[in-house]
C-alpha cells in the first residue's frame, strides 16, 4: 500500500492520511503500507526488488463527481501508455525524484526492468487542491471508509496470492491433465 500525495496542497494529502491510519490496522503478512508523499522515484525503486505482486496506490483523484467520493480502479498495465518502448527513453522527460504521479512511476518501474502484476488505486474526490493544510470536511469525512476499503483489497489480494501459490495436489493436477 502505498500513500500518495501533497500534505501542502490540502486534499492532496488523502493518500497520506489513509496510509498514516493503515499503520494500526491488521493487515495481512507480506502486506507492507508506506507513506510515499511526492516520493514517486523512491516509490518505483522500492518495486524493483519484485517482493510485491500488486501495488494498491491510495491517492486524491479527479473522479468528476462530489467532493469526498470514493472508487478503487484498476490500472490497465497493457495499456502501452504506461511503459517507455527504448527509442521514447531519450525523448522522455528526466524523471522528476519530487513527483508522484502513477504514470510516471510505472513507466519508470518498466524502464528500469521491473513489473508489477496487478495495479489498484484508491482514489477520492478532492474538493481543494490549494495550498494549505488539512483536508476539506468531504475528504476528512471519507477517510474511515478509505481505511475500509484498503483493508478489504490487501486481504482479497492476500487471499488471492496465497491461493495461486499453493501448490496442488496429486488429484488436481491429475484432473487439469485431463
Request: proline share 7%; with cysteine.
Amino acid at each position: 500500500m502505498a500513500g500518495i500525495g501533497n500534505i501542502f496542497l490540502g486534499d492532496d494529502a488523502f493518500g497520506v492520511e489513509v496510509v498514516r491510519r493503515l499503520r494500526d490496522a491488521v493487515l495481512p503478512p507480506g502486506v507492507d503500507v508506506s507513506d510515499y508523499g511526492i516520493r514517486g522515484m523512491h516509490l518505483a525503486y522500492d518495486l524493483l526488488d519484485g517482493r510485491h505482486d500488486v501495488l494498491v496506490l491510495v491517492d486524491a483523484l479527479p473522479l468528476d463527481e462530489p467532493p469526498g467520493t470514493l472508487a478503487v480502479l484498476q490500472v490497465d498495465l497493457d495499456d502501452p501508455g504506461w511503459t517507455l518502448r527504448p527509442a521514447d527513453v531519450l525523448e522522455a522527460s528526466a524523471a522528476d525524484a519530487h513527483a508522484m504521479d502513477p504514470e510516471s512511476v510505472l513507466r519508470l518501474l518498466g524502464s528500469l526492468g521491473g513489473r508489477v502484476d496487478r495495479v489498484l488505486v484508491v482514489g477520492c474526490q478532492p474538493a481543494v487542491l490549494d495550498e494549505r493544510m488539512g483536508l476539506s470536511a468531504p475528504v476528512a469525512a471519507a477517510i474511515d471508509e478509505a481505511v475500509g476499503m484498503v483493508v478489504g483489497i490487501a486481504a482479497e489480494e492476500a487471499a488471492l496470492t496465497a491461493t495461486a501459490r499453493r501448490p496442488k495436489s496429486p488429484q488436481q493436477a491429475a484432473a487439469e491433465r485431463g
